[in-house]
């Protein structure tokens, strides 16, 4: 028996390390940081402590104001978007077609691709001044869009960036709509409804609960988008795709200011706590547990 | 279009379905009469679903023609054809409530809710879910969701009721009961029904007509007493009884017109039967009942001979399977009063009804009738 908790306890060891080393101490860490004005060319032992000045500290930084503004307006963009698009393309791929899984296949692959950085250098050649879609819009006798120069244009190409990885959702989405049972479909045949009205009263409700997983996955990962605007359009223009994480980085790293960015960190992690915590107290009205489905033995 | 006076309420001409290529349904005809209980019977993969999906139109047949309530429905949409269904798995929404699942086809119907809220409320009455109207299914035991989708299917008052193996998902006796009350329903609302199942004794209890099928064809159609008295093959006589009708080879020694004599590695039978035809030296199936067997009382010779293998005491009754002295093949079983004295390994001598045997020629089909059963016709008398 004690010889069964020591083999254990080693081989939990390797991750008990790497758990501390580089989840719980950047943690405590960071937070640490947030409250001093450490900076990165500085020694950690020249920091002060400067109590909750960081954080106050926002409140009066518009650049701050204007990259929440834009953290926002991406999330509550691109989550429903993305959502809605990979929804339809597994209801689409949800049929029994001939040669369906070749089309899952295609559909998935810019999942496995994903947000990469070569992706998103490719994203910048695409939407460059001379990028494709505008010799593909020259060549219909179209005149070109400076996509990534100007501010609504430049967030269009990091949110279309964003659905583009629609494949893991769809996935997702494609398991959940196998796992409605056939019966019920055919129930509702009889019943005589049709295919809309079994989509909105048969399937979006028994899918609640992969939606509801999808939505909190979307959530955190669109709050922690970067290797879009740091590469196609840094940002800019005039801040107009100036997600947080970007600004997280570049306070850090350009700026030096490791303590401001480290409590930019934390705000983005409070943000992104709250929203999964809404979402979670928020699932008992709208998310639907099937659970057992009725054919269990049981008596009157 | 529908309400023309038609005494049919289903009526299957040649239907036949492919999948892949692979006969399913091999041509099926069919009718079935206004306000009767059909149930389709037999093995697994004997098609019975597959028929019933089709008359639901769930599935689309390959040839032939579907008629219900006298309107062609060979390719209408389901909800065209008149007909309710109750699934084996209940196909009850896990998200709407009682209520909400019952109300279903009429909201989509577009019926006016106080017209609906009225119908739930009888249909609810009727199947005793009135308490349970606010619940999900998942709060049901599995007798209450097997009433609620019944209850789904009355409540549109349809022509036809078509029941998919609802009872399998049930244990043993919950199944008897809800057996008991798809019964009187049926009674009550005097509705067309087709009924699935794998089960005879449901198929027995529950049909005014049995139909029952084997590899995508028909094999026998009838009143339930009279597929268990006058089998017209092999594989109705096996399939319908329970336990199953003991079958013994033997071969034609002579037939006169008034008994068919057989040769058996026991001596010589001789059983009446009028006016059937077998040709001497033929191979035959000699087919008795477990309740036409019995054991020879003392001093008396009786007809057969043989060991005592085992003993199921049922209380009621007890069945005894008897080896027999130079028959091959499984043993005879005995349907004996529940006090029988038998016992293990005890030599037995054993009578049989001879007037209630059954013959089956080499291709299996049967040879005449049973003199007790030549003038019975129906007398069904299944559970009302």
């Given at each position: 028996?004690?010889?069964?908790?020591?083999?254990?306890?080693?081989?939990?060891?390797?991750?008990?390390?790497?758990?501390?080393?580089?989840?719980?101490?950047?943690?405590?860490?960071?937070?640490?940081?947030?409250?001093?004005?450490?900076?990165?060319?500085?020694?950690?032992?020249?920091?002060?402590?400067?109590?909750?000045?960081?954080?106050?500290?926002?409140?009066?930084?518009?650049?701050?104001?204007?990259?929440?503004?834009?953290?926002?307006?991406?999330?509550?963009?691109?989550?429903?978007?993305?959502?809605?698009?990979?929804?339809?393309?597994?209801?689409?791929?949800?049929?029994k077609?001939?040669?369906?899984?070749?089309?899952?296949?295609?559909?998935?692959?810019?999942?496995?691709?994903?947000?990469?950085?070569?992706?998103?250098?490719?994203?910048?050649?695409?939407?460059?001044?001379?990028?494709?879609?505008?010799?593909?819009?020259?060549?219909?006798?179209?005149?070109?869009?400076?996509?990534?120069?100007?501010?609504?244009?430049?967030?269009?190409?990091?949110?279309?960036?964003?659905?583009?990885?629609?494949?893991?959702?769809?996935?997702?989405?494609?398991?959940?709509?196998?796992?409605i049972p056939e019966d019920l479909y055919e129930a509702a045949d009889l019943d005589g409804a049709s295919r809309?009205?079994q989509?909105?009263?048969i399937?979006?409700?028994?899918?609640?609960?992969?939606?509801?997983?999808?939505?909190?996955?979307?959530?955190?990962?669109?709050?922690?988008?970067?290797?879009?605007?740091?590469?196609?359009?840094?940002?800019?223009?005039?801040?107009?795709?100036?997600?947080?994480?970007?600004?997280?980085?570049?306070?850090?790293?350009?700026?030096?200011?490791?303590?401001?960015?480290?409590?930019?960190?934390?705000?983005?992690?409070?943000?992104?706590?709250?929203?999964?915590?809404?979402?979670?107290?928020?699932?008992?009205?709208?998310?639907?547990?099937?659970?057992?489905?009725?054919?269990?033995?049981?008596?009157? | 279009?529908?309400?023309?006076?038609?005494?049919?309420?289903v009526?299957l001409?040649?239907v036949k379905k492919s999948f892949?290529?692979?006969?399913v349904i091999?041509?099926v005809?069919?009718?079935?009469?206004?306000?009767?209980?059909?149930?389709f019977?037999?093995?697994?993969?004997?098609g019975k679903s597959t028929l019933l999906r089709l008359i639901a139109g769930l599935d689309t047949p390959t040839?032939g023609?579907i008629?219900i309530?006298?309107?062609?429905v060979t390719y209408a949409h389901p909800s065209k054809r008149g007909v309710a269904m109750v699934f084996q798995s209940y196909a009850?929404?896990?998200?709407?409530?009682?209520?909400?699942?019952?109300?279903?086809a009429?909201?989509?119907?577009?019926?006016?809710?106080?017209?609906?809220?009225?119908?739930?409320?009888?249909?609810?009455?009727?199947?005793?879910?009135?308490?349970?109207?606010?619940?999900?299914?998942?709060?049901?035991?599995?007798?209450?969701?097997?009433?609620?989708a019944?209850?789904r299917a009355?409540?549109r008052?349809p022509?036809v009721f078509l029941f998919d193996e609802p009872?399998?998902?049930?244990?043993?006796?919950?199944?008897?009961?809800?057996?008991?009350?798809?019964?009187?329903?049926?009674?009550?609302?005097?509705?067309?029904?087709v009924y699935v199942?794998?089960?005879?004794?449901?198929?027995?209890?529950?049909?005014?007509?049995?139909?029952?099928?084997?590899?995508?064809?028909?094999?026998?159609?009838?009143?339930?007493?009279?597929?268990?008295?006058?089998?017209?093959?092999?594989?109705?006589?096996?399939?319908?009884?329970?336990?199953?009708?003991?079958?013994?080879?033997?071969?034609?020694?002579?037939?006169?017109?008034?008994?068919?004599?057989?040769?058996?590695?026991?001596?010589?039978?001789?059983?009446?039967?009028?006016?059937?035809?077998?040709?001497?030296?033929?191979?035959?199936?000699?087919?008795?009942?477990?309740?036409?067997?019995?054991?020879?009382?003392?001093?008396?010779?009786?007809?057969?001979?043989?060991?005592?293998?085992?003993?199921?005491?049922?209380?009621?009754?007890?069945?005894?399977?008897?080896?027999?002295?130079?028959?091959?093949?499984?043993?005879?079983?005995?349907?004996?009063?529940?006090?029988?004295?038998?016992?293990?390994?005890?030599?037995?001598?054993?009578?049989?009804?001879?007037?209630?045997?059954?013959?089956?020629?080499?291709?299996?089909?049967?040879?005449?009738?049973?003199?007790?059963?030549?003038?019975?016709?129906?007398?069904?008398?299944?559970?009302?």
């Open positions: 028996m004690y010889n069964n908790k020591l083999i254990g306890s080693l081989y939990v060891t390797p991750f008990v390390i790497g758990f501390l080393l580089f989840t719980a101490f950047p943690f405590v860490a960071s937070f640490i940081l947030s409250l001093t004005d450490a900076r990165l060319q500085d020694q950690l032992g020249a920091a002060q402590f400067t109590g909750v000045a960081n954080y106050t500290g926002m409140v009066a930084d518009s650049t701050f104001q204007k990259s929440l503004g834009v953290t926002f307006a991406y999330v509550f963009i691109t989550v429903p978007l993305k959502l809605a698009f990979a929804l339809f393309i597994a209801v689409v791929l949800n049929f077609l001939r040669g369906i899984g070749l089309f899952r296949t295609a559909f998935y692959l810019p999942s496995i691709l994903g947000g990469s950085v070569a992706i998103a250098v490719v994203w910048r050649f695409v939407f460059a001044g001379d990028g494709l879609i505008n010799q593909g819009l020259g060549s219909l006798g179209i005149g070109g869009v400076n996509w990534l120069g100007e501010p609504t244009t430049a967030m269009f190409s990091i949110v279309l960036l964003r659905l583009w990885q629609f494949g893991s959702a769809m996935v997702v989405f494609l398991a959940g709509l196998k796992a809309m009205k989509f909105w009263m399937t979006l409700p028994l899918l609640t609960p992969v939606l509801f997983f999808n939505f909190i996955m979307q959530i955190v990962q669109a709050f922690q988008e970067f290797n879009g605007p740091y590469i196609i359009t840094a940002g800019g223009p005039l801040k107009s795709s100036y997600l947080l994480p970007l600004m997280i980085y570049e306070e850090a790293f350009k700026y030096f200011n490791l303590g401001y960015s480290s409590a930019l960190s934390w705000v983005l992690f409070i943000i992104i706590a709250i929203f999964t915590a809404v979402a979670f107290w928020s699932q008992k009205h709208w998310v639907f547990y099937a659970q057992d489905r009725g054919d269990d033995k049981g008596g009157h | 279009m529908r309400g023309n006076v038609v005494t049919n309420s009526k001409t040649d892949n290529g692979h006969d091999k041509g005809s069919l009718d079935v009469q206004k306000g009767e209980m059909v149930v019977v037999g093995p697994s993969g004997c040839s023609q008629e309530a006298g309107n062609d009850l929404y896990p998200h709407m409530t009682v209520a909400d699942n019952i109300a279903f009429l909201k989509i119907q577009g019926l006016p809710k106080a017209e609906i809220d009225a119908k739930v409320r009888d249909v609810a009455e009727v199947l005793q879910l009135t308490h349970l109207l606010k619940r999900r299914p998942k709060a049901l035991s599995g007798g209450q969701r097997q009433r609620v019944i209850g009355i409540v008052e022509d009872l399998s998902n049930l244990d043993a006796s919950l199944r008897g009961q809800m057996r008991v009350e798809i019964a009187r329903l049926h009674t009550k609302l005097n509705a067309t029904s199942t794998h089960d005879q004794v449901e198929a027995m209890t529950l049909a005014d007509k049995i139909v029952v099928l084997n590899a995508g064809r028909i094999e026998q159609i009838g009143a339930p007493m009279e597929l268990y008295r006058k089998p017209a093959n092999l594989f109705v006589a096996g399939f319908i009884g329970s336990p199953r009708m003991n079958i013994l080879g033997a071969k034609v020694r002579s037939s006169s017109g008034e008994a068919v004599t057989l040769d058996t590695p026991q001596g010589v039978l001789a059983i009446p039967r009028t006016g059937a035809q077998a040709a001497t030296g033929a191979s035959i199936s000699l087919g008795i009942r477990p309740e036409n067997l019995h054991v020879a009382a003392a001093g008396e010779e009786g007809h057969l001979s043989g060991y005592v293998i085992l003993i199921e005491r049922l209380g009621g009754e007890t069945f005894a399977y008897v080896t027999l002295k130079g028959f091959d093949g499984e043993p005879v079983i005995l349907k004996l009063d529940g006090e029988a004295q038998v016992h293990n390994h005890q030599e037995v001598r054993l009578t049989v009804d001879l007037n209630r045997a059954h013959l089956f020629d080499e291709a299996g089909l049967a040879v005449g009738v049973s003199p007790d059963f030549a003038d019975k016709t129906d007398g069904s008398g299944h559970v009302q």
